[in-house]
């Protein structure tokens, strides 16, 4: 199938919207039209790619190198501001490919500049919707040029994505998968989570697992070919296409009969899909990385997709108690856990998906009964930093310091968003949250104020890195026996007014006519006081 020839070309100021698996083999069909917009003996900053992490904007950046063979064009991946700061300063990038909190970084330190960007790319925006990123997505849009084209591809078209169009890609012609006929039967996958960059063990891992008589791996660009081209004869196979028994290497199945298909590169429809497996495939076993898992349940088209567990690492991680494997297949129903694979994608360069699931495990079942540890210390503990909430007098209540406030126009909703989706807790665990002018105090449950202070600092804020603690002047203020000359400056005296009214009009006027505050404290120093007086002569008398 001749793909590219059915994307539609990128004019200026057109929009448009691709719904397609998140494959960087795929994308380049994206990328082909946007790049010839580029002057290349422009060297300002022409194409702006926004991607969900740092793992992607490098593949984005490493699929425009491939684009663009012998031109003479500039392509930065904005992994960290920190690195592509100086890069950016010595001029000459033509084409920026990061996540949004690097990108607002470099923008608002003068280190990028949008303003004669042709094309912008929304590399999978519901990734970036899912990691919470839209308000910086928000402010980066608006210092692009108005007539600069915009591309939206997507996964899935959700409602939050429709959104998200209707705001940056008005009006967007739309390039989706064909949808499948009502007789279509699905094709049951399996599948194994590994990273981009593991897809090759991972590959020869599989073969030793299954070891076909007859197999075939489904590419779909010229790079995947030649690594697997290479791999496959490094193992000992040798391709003809008269021998009975080895592995091939194809972008479709023909019309042989095959043992396995292994989909080293993910198919773009069901179309592709149809054509890569062949008709009657006996399994089907993707190497998917893990944000590509609903885009599999979409292509199997209501066929069974359920994973496919490589020997060795079943072997390391089987020893669990049936009562954990229940909670985990709880967790696993009733939930979406897009930003949690965005953060653990990584790993799966070095790591199979279920050892990382086993470490994971190990972590929580650690927290746990450090949890249990400090509630059994609770009584002796220290509760200095600890007040009932309003409405709630069952659970205490810690007051955190937040280094974002009302100069970062930082909104309630905006510290509720960062704090129940990094430290994974609900909105109940909240209580009062206070704005001030370059910070804000939140009140969290104090049996999660640990965990949300080391998941909240690091994290990002309206575009300012966060730096959380716990409130050092409420903690004082609780552990002191009085309240000091900062308290009184602040305000914060209780029911000082109740006080004048009620306990000081039945106390005795002090002798220079004030009132005492407290009778108790102050009657040591009053009688020192009268002892002087009564030592010194009066007028008239003589020592």
């Known amino acids: 199938m001749d793909q590219e020839a059915k994307e539609p070309t990128v004019t200026r100021g057109q929009n448009v919207v691709y719904q397609m698996p998140h494959d960087w083999a795929s994308i380049a069909h994206i990328l082909a039209p946007v790049l010839d917009r580029i002057d290349d003996a422009a060297r300002d900053v022409q194409l702006l790619i926004v991607c969900a992490d740092a793992e992607a904007a490098a593949a984005a950046s490493a699929s425009v190198v491939r684009l663009a063979g012998s031109r003479p064009l500039h392509a930065l991946a904005a992994t960290t501001a920190r690195r592509a700061t100086p890069l950016l300063r010595a001029g000459g990038a033509q084409m920026v490919a990061g996540a949004p909190p690097e990108l607002l970084a470099l923008v608002q330190g003068s280190a990028l500049k949008l303003d004669q960007v042709r094309c912008v790319v929304l ?109 496959l004869r490094a193992l000992g196979y ?132 450090e949890r249990d540890a400090a509630r059994a210390r609770a009584p002796e503990g220290r509760p200095a930093n600890r007040v009932a909430p309003l409405g709630d007098a069952t659970g205490a209540m810690t007051r955190i310091f937040v280094n974002v406030g009302a100069m970062d126009n930082a909104r309630p909703g905006d510290l509720v968003g960062a704090i129940t989706n990094e430290a994974q807790i609900t909105s109940a665990k909240l209580g ?48 002191s026996g009085r309240p000091g000359r900062g308290d009184r400056e602040r305000g914060d005296r209780g029911d000082r007014g109740d006080r004048d009214r009620g306990e000081r009009g039945d106390r005795p006027p002090r002798r220079d006519g004030g009132t005492r505050r407290d009778a108790g404290r102050d009657r040591p120093r009053d009688e020192q006081r009268d002892a002087n007086r009564s030592a010194r002569p009066r007028s008239g008398e003589t020592e």
């Open 123 to 231: 590399a999978w925006v519901d990734e970036l919707i899912a990691g919470g990123e839209e308000s910086m997505l928000e402010t980066l849009m608006a210092e692009i040029p108005k007539d600069a084209a915009r591309v939206v591809v997507a996964n899935d078209i959700t409602a939050e994505v429709e959104a998200l169009i209707e705001r940056y890609a008005r009006r967007a012609r739309r390039v989706a998968p064909a949808a499948g006929e009502s007789s279509d039967v699905g094709v049951p996958l399996q599948f194994v989570t590994v990273s981009g960059a593991a897809r090759l063990p991972a590959l020869r891992r599989l073969l030793d697992d299954i070891d076909p008589a007859r197999g075939l791996v489904y590419v779909r660009s010229d790079d995947s070919e030649r690594d697997v081209r290479d791999l």
């Open 432 to 479: 009062k949250i206070d704005i001030r002018e370059n910070h804000s105090l939140v009140e969290v449950a104090s049996d999660v104020a640990d965990s949300v202070i080391s998941k909240l600092t690091g994290s990002s804020i309206r575009g300012r890195r966060v730096v959380a603690r716990i409130d050092q002047e409420r903690s004082q203020r609780s552990g």
């Open 238 to 369: 040798a391709e003809h296409a008269s021998d009975a028994r080895g592995i091939r290497v194809a972008r479709a199945a023909g019309a042989g009969e095959w043992e396995v298909v292994v989909l080293y590169d993910i198919p773009a429809s069901r179309e592709e899909l149809r054509e890569a497996v062949g008709p009657q495939p006996r399994r089907v076993v993707a190497l998917a990385q893990p944000r590509l898992l609903a885009s599999l349940r979409v292509l199997a088209g209501g066929a069974a997709v359920t994973p496919f567990t490589l020997s060795d690492a079943g072997l390391r991680a089987r020893s669990r108690e049936e009562i954990v494997r229940g909670e985990v297949r709880d967790t696993l129903a009733s939930g979406v856990f897009a930003r949690e694979l965005l953060t653990l994608e990584p790993l799966l360069e070095s790591y199979d998906g279920i050892e990382i699931a086993a470490a994971t495990l190990r972590l929580l079942e650690q927290a746990r009964f």
